[in-house]
């Protein structure tokens, strides 16, 4: 998660053509190989164009749908208007409202990163955890971490040990979207209804996303500060996954994996393998939290300043 205001900041690369003439062996090969990588390329199969400032998508297999906060607003801002809305998976067409602050006892103000867990869904949401059921959208708890001075809590993720655990970036915005940092950069594990700081400190650079790598028995951040995803094991030191652009936001751990992470430096989505990152997806303005349809393959990106989701086909 991150300001509007960023994008005016963020430049645009332009790539430079070569003057040299080729051959026409040369020109079959580029023209090959220009076709293979857009074959190859991953496919947007639908759009979902009726949010309000969304923030994180997070997939359930269970009931093959969609979650997708909207933040509508300032997302420092208690202004109880946050909702989370569902899209059919099978379909990606308009969203249907599902929780809504405000309505059937729910209190939802900036809603950002999402987790499930059996039928709850976790939602950030600035200073508090809360926790819904996923069918009925029902609230459940909400686990308040203002004695903590939590400043933004961002992104939620289920750990190996089935607990809850949410990033705190740190950072606050102004009525006018400008950017700063009173907070403690951290990560809060959540065991039933208590919270405890599991990490803290410069080291974590602001984490925005976080993710659960189980076939390394791991969490992957994806920090908002500097060039670094990180690897995070409780109890132990962050260590280096690998380099980009920088200003990341969602992450997502594939099968095969494969680390997919959004950058709103370059709006693009990026893949991660064998220490290597290289853009996968480009032109989405605003990428936040990413989401990933394990059955179709299908990533999830919400274009923050949009209002709207993009929905991609890996190949």
Not at 14 to 37: F, G, I, L, S, Y
């Given at each position: 998660?991150?300001?509007?205001?960023?994008?005016g900041?963020?430049?645009?690369?332009?790539?430079?053509?070569?003057?040299?003439?080729?051959?026409p062996?040369?020109d079959?090969?580029h023209?090959?190989?220009?076709?293979?990588?857009a074959?190859?390329?991953?496919?947007?199969?639908?759009?979902?164009?009726?949010l309000?400032?969304?923030?994180?998508v997070?997939?359930?297999?269970?009931?093959?749908?969609?979650?997708?906060?909207?933040?509508?607003?300032?997302?420092?801002?208690?202004?109880?208007?946050?909702?989370?809305?569902k899209?059919?998976?099978?379909?990606l067409?308009?969203?249907?409202a599902?929780?809504?602050?405000?309505?059937?006892?729910?209190?939802?103000?900036?809603p950002k990163?999402?987790?499930?867990?059996?039928?709850?869904?976790w939602?950030?949401?600035?200073?508090?955890?809360?926790?819904f059921?996923k069918?009925t959208?029902?609230?459940?708890?909400?686990?308040?971490?203002?004695?903590f001075?939590?400043?933004?809590?961002?992104?939620?993720?289920?750990?190996?040990?089935?607990d809850?655990?949410?990033?705190?970036t740190?950072i606050?915005?102004?009525?006018?979207?400008?950017?700063?940092?009173?907070?403690?950069?951290?990560?809060?594990k959540?065991?039933?209804?208590?919270?405890?700081?599991?990490?803290?400190?410069?080291?974590?650079?602001?984490?925005n996303?976080?993710t659960?790598?189980?076939?390394?028995?791991?969490f992957?951040?994806?920090?908002?500060?500097?060039?670094?995803?990180?690897?995070?094991?409780p109890?132990?030191?962050?260590?280096?996954?690998?380099?980009?652009?920088?200003?990341?936001?969602g992450?997502?751990?594939?099968?095969?994996?494969?680390?997919l992470?959004?950058?709103?430096a370059?709006?693009?989505?990026?893949?991660?393998?064998?220490?290597k990152?290289?853009?996968?997806?480009?032109?989405?303005?605003?990428?936040?939290?990413?989401g990933?349809?394990t059955?179709?393959?299908?990533v999830?990106?919400?274009?923050?300043?949009?209002n709207?989701?993009?929905?991609?086909?890996?190949?």
């Amino acid at each position: 998660m991150t300001r509007t205001t960023l994008l005016g900041a963020l430049a645009l690369g332009v790539v430079a053509c070569t003057t040299k003439e080729n051959t026409p062996a040369q020109d079959t090969t580029h023209r090959d190989t220009a076709a293979a990588q857009a074959a190859a390329a991953p496919q947007q199969v639908g759009e979902t164009s009726d949010l309000k400032t969304p923030e994180s998508v997070r997939y359930d297999a269970d009931l093959d749908v969609f979650f997708i906060s909207n933040v509508d607003g300032n997302p420092v801002q208690k202004d109880g208007n946050g909702a989370i809305r569902k899209v059919r998976a099978d379909s990606l067409g308009a969203s249907t409202a599902f929780i809504e602050g405000g309505k059937n006892g729910v209190t939802l103000n900036a809603p950002k990163g999402m987790a499930i867990k059996g039928d709850t869904l976790w939602v950030a949401d600035i200073d508090a955890v809360r926790a819904f059921n996923k069918r009925t959208g029902a609230p459940i708890a909400s686990i308040d971490l203002r004695p903590f001075k939590a400043t933004f809590l961002n992104d939620i993720a289920i750990g190996g040990d089935g607990d809850v655990y949410v990033t705190d970036t740190g950072i606050s915005f102004d009525a006018k979207g400008q950017i700063s940092h009173p907070g403690v950069n951290r990560i809060f594990k959540i065991v039933g209804k208590t919270a405890t700081e599991a990490a803290k400190g410069d080291s974590i650079a602001n984490p925005n996303g976080i993710t659960w790598d189980a076939a390394n028995n791991r969490f992957l951040i994806a920090t908002f500060a500097g060039n670094d995803v990180l690897a995070w094991t409780p109890g132990g030191a962050p260590t280096h996954v690998a380099a980009g652009p920088g200003q990341y936001d969602g992450i997502e751990v594939l099968g095969d994996g494969r680390i997919l992470v959004s950058s709103w430096a370059d709006s693009s989505v990026h893949v991660i393998q064998n220490g290597k990152m290289t853009k996968l997806i480009t032109g989405v303005p605003a990428p936040a939290d990413i989401g990933f349809d394990t059955k179709r393959n299908v990533v999830a990106v919400p274009e923050f300043t949009e209002n709207k989701a993009v929905f991609f086909k890996l190949q």
